[in-house]
């Protein structure tokens, strides 16, 4: 059977995946499913019905059809039933008259489209938490409502710069949940060292799914361990009060299937992202919420994680302490250094800028993913000056956050600031530092090198357009989805651009 995917930026041939499996192991009957879910969220959000348990299913299931979160054809099929049963009105859509109509209109929507799906992960993870914004809840609504029924360029294009401007709610929201619910992060080392006996090894981004984990875990000798995206939760005081929390494992996500290869540990998957899952580590798999994959143990929202814990413990883990390095031989990660904490430097910062101690700051961050060129980012950040910052977030990071840079004045060269939707800790540092300086974003000595890979990047860069940050240099390719006249236009207004060498690049912006 047919596909058409082209939302991530490994698609195949820079065009789409269109054959019987796309890159990312989809199948093209989950991938038609996913289809059909898209389809029929956009009916419901055509009816004209808004409550509670209409805008949970919206929200959740866009969540369900981003690059590896879900893989089962089952649980997809159960989701477009819920929202079936849910759509009271007889309103008929095909997301394929989309990936079929002019090609300008077919990216504005696509920008809109993908934009939504990396917004619902960050709704998702603040309702979790008990945390909702009604400009969030409506938008989700008039966004599907314009994908079915607009097809004017000019009025497509406000509607992508206004998902930019709900999703810096949305990582506002998410930041306040996450810091009012576990704490404002704080500077910590963390290993990437593993100790001897059970331990489990957490992934994702879901902060709840962890706390919860640790609660069941405590007192009973087994260690848990963040993976990816789950890296950040070790600067949360109420996530780094337990013991038995105890370091990083593996690399960047795209290695899990040679890192879990016969792990003798389970692997919890709290969101993306999920790889095809080799049968050498399949009983180890766990999903839970909107991660799904076949004969995989799937942990439903009673959150009981007990399959999990006993298989950790018939495991065993490690019979001796194991020495494990980040990518560059490193063995120590530090994260923490979100806004509150960048913010108590700001002082030393604002003086080494004055005094030319601190000559540009970058921010390096986003996706990581698979396919070559991404050793740009590596290299870029290597080579950065000794006078100047580094500011990370989302995965890429984990292509050089166990190198040591060393500091200026007392700061740390390299600053973590957390996970994706960690993105609004950028901007409001950066939003502070215009203000000191009374000047613009674009004025400061600042730099954005971006990576992109899935939906969620999709939503932040959509973010920092609808901020008006300029010359952001994005990599490794740019979204296919965008046609040549719309992404002229971005490349005009916006002065975004492909990343070339990372030589030519540090030379460009440091003239
Ligand atoms: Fe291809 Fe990406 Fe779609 Fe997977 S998510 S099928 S790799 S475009
Ligand atoms: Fe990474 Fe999958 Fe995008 Fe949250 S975990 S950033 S790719």
């Not at 929202?83 to 109509?101: E, L, P, R």
């Not at 009604?134 to 000019?154: G, H, K, P, T, W």
């Not at 789950?230 to 290695?255: D, I, R, V």
């Not at 980012?377 to 984990?398: D, I, M, R, S």
Request: hydrophobic letters at 40%.
């Amino acid at each position: 059977m047919a596909m058409f995917c082209f939302q991530c930026e490994q698609t195949a041939l820079g065009k789409g995946c269109t054959m019987a499996q796309g890159v990312c192991g989809k199948k093209s009957d989950t991938a038609n499913l996913q289809d059909d879910l898209t389809s029929s969220i956009i009916e419901l959000a055509n009816c004209n019905i808004k409550n509670e348990e209409i805008t949970k299913l919206i929200i959740d299931g866009l969540f369900v059809t981003i690059t590896n979160v879900n893989f089962d054809n089952e649980s997809i099929k159960k989701f477009i039933d819920k929202i079936k049963a849910a759509t009271q009105c007889s309103f008929n859509f095909d997301i394929k008259t989309v990936w079929n109509c002019d090609e300008n209109v077919r990216s504005l929507k696509s920008l809109i489209l993908f934009g939504l799906k990396g917004m619902a992960a960050y709704a998702h993870h603040a309702r979790v938490l008990g945390y909702r914004d009604e400009d969030v809840d409506n938008f989700f609504y008039e966004a599907l409502q314009i994908i079915a029924n607009e097809n004017s360029q000019e009025k497509l294009l406000l509607i992508v710069l206004k998902t930019g401007e709900i999703n810096l709610k949305c990582m506002e929201l998410l930041d306040r949940a996450n810091t009012q619910t576990y704490g404002k992060p704080i500077p910590t080392k963390v290993t990437t060292n593993v100790e001897k006996g059970p331990f489990i090894v957490v992934t994702g981004h879901d902060l709840h799914d962890m706390a919860l984990l640790l609660e069941q875990t405590k007192d009973k000798g087994i260690n848990i361990y963040t993976h990816g995206e789950m890296l950040p939760c070790h600067a949360y005081p109420e996530l780094k009060k337990y013991s038995h929390l105890k370091g990083n494992f593996g690399t960047a996500w795209q290695n899990q299937q040679k890192e879990f290869d016969n792990i003798p540990a389970p692997v919890l998957f709290t969101t993306n992202c999920i790889m095809p899952v080799k049968d050498s580590y399949k009983d180890r798999v766990f999903t839970t919420s909107v991660v799904d994959y076949p004969q995989c143990f799937h942990i439903d929202e009673n959150k009981d994680f007990t399959p999990v814990i006993e298989k950790s413990l018939e495991l065993g883990g490690y019979k001796e302490d194991m020495k494990m390095t980040g990518i560059n031989g490193g063995d120590i990660l530090t994260v923490g250094f979100a806004h509150d904490t960048i913010l108590s430097l700001a002082d030393k910062i604002i003086e080494g800028i004055k005094s030319g101690e601190i000559k540009h700051i970058f921010l390096v961050g986003g996706c990581d993913g698979a396919k070559p060129g991404r050793n740009y980012y590596t290299e870029f950040v290597k080579h950065t000056p000794a006078n100047t910052l580094v500011l990370t977030l989302a995965c890429g990071k984990f292509r050089f956050n166990d190198l040591d840079l060393g500091e200026i004045n007392g700061i740390p060269r390299l600053l973590d600031m957390g996970q994706c939707n960690d993105a609004y800790s950028a901007i409001k540092v950066a939003a502070e530092l215009a203000k000191t300086f009374n000047c613009t974003i674009n004025e400061l000595p600042l730099s954005l090198i971006l990576s992109w890979y899935e939906q969620k990047a999709v939503c932040i860069l959509l973010t920092l357009l609808y901020l008006g940050i300029e010359n952001i240099k994005l990599g490794p390719s740019m979204p296919v989805f965008v046609s040549e006249s719309i992404l002229k236009f971005l490349v005009e207004k916006f002065k975004i651009k492909p990343i070339t060498t990372f030589e030519d690049d540090l030379k460009e912006i440091l003239n």
